[in-house]
T-cell receptor, first 116, second 114 residues
Framework: GAGVSQSPSNKVTEKGKDVELRCDPISGHTALYWYRQSLGQGLEFLIYFQGNSAPDKSGLPSDRFSAERTGGSVSTLTIQRTQQEDSAVYLC??????????????FGPGTRLLVL | AQSVTQPDIHITVSEGASLELRCNYSYGATPYLFWYVQSPGQGLQLLLKYFSGDTLVQGIKGFEAEFKRSQSSFNLRKPSVHWSDAAEYFCAVGDGGSQGNLIFGKGTKLSVKP
């Protein structure tokens, strides 16, 4: 079946502009995760959804970052007033259930964001 | 706080040679440990995971990893590397919370010489 998909695959934007990144999880997966992969920094957890709710937003690096999930499916990560340090690959993952490490997280190919 | 260290940023091995990628973790309790692989332009793919039981874990693509509590390590091994194994490898630990978040190391890039 289809895996996790993300769009766009690449995004180039100017500093100060807003961007929206989209994630389509695997159908039926209730848990959805956003991570950021910066050069030399590895993967950093951003936010997690159980259904449509995000119990913990503490991983978001600043209040310019927000995310929502609708219908228990698609999620959008929004970055307002982008800064150059936001340049990174944004990865989305989903799993069948939440809070269980036994549940494998399946990752999408990521969105590569470049802020000029 | 939990953390993961992958001491080697880049490793080059010859095709057919054996491979060991190092991973050390910091975690108070019994950890949930994972190895993921990221090929160029691809998403992360789970190679294997350890939760409990047998400390030698078999994964896909001929990889295995051994959990050593005394050394706080979870090193990834493969007896004979193929050119298609060239990729970046990430070790991760479950953060112990209720959400299933993973804490990743910074990755080890593997190059394979013909």
């Amino acid at each position: 079946g289809a895996g996790v998909s993300q769009s766009p695959s690449n995004k180039v934007t100017e500093k100060g502009k807003d961007v929206e990144l989209r994630c389509d999880p695997i159908s039926g997966h209730t848990a959805l995760y956003w991570y950021r992969q910066s050069l030399g920094q590895g993967l950093e957890f951003l936010i997690y959804f159980q259904g449509n709710s995000a119990p913990d937003k503490s991983g978001l690096p600043s209040d310019r970052f927000s995310a929502e999930r609708t219908g228990g499916s698609v999620s959008t990560l929004t970055i307002q007033r982008t800064q150059q340090e936001d340049s990174a690959v944004y990865l989305c993952a989903s799993s069948f259930q939440s809070g269980l490490y036994q549940e494998t997280q399946y990752f999408g190919p990521g969105t590569r964001l470049l802020v000029l | 706080a939990q953390s993961v260290t992958q001491p080697d940023i880049h490793i080059t091995v010859s095709e057919g040679a054996s491979l060991e990628l190092r991973c050390n973790y910091s975690y108070g309790a019994t950890p949930y440990l994972f190895w993921y692989v990221q090929s160029p332009g691809q998403g992360l793919q789970l190679l294997l995971k350890y939760f409990s039981g047998d400390t030698l874990v078999q994964g896909i693509k001929g990889f295995e990893a051994e959990f050593k509590r005394s050394q706080s390590s979870f090193n990834l091994r493969k007896p004979s590397v193929h050119w298609s194994d060239a990729a970046e490898y990430f070790c991760a630990v479950g953060d112990g919370g209720s959400q299933g978040n993973l804490i990743f190391g910074k990755g080890t890039k593997l190059s394979v010489k013909p």
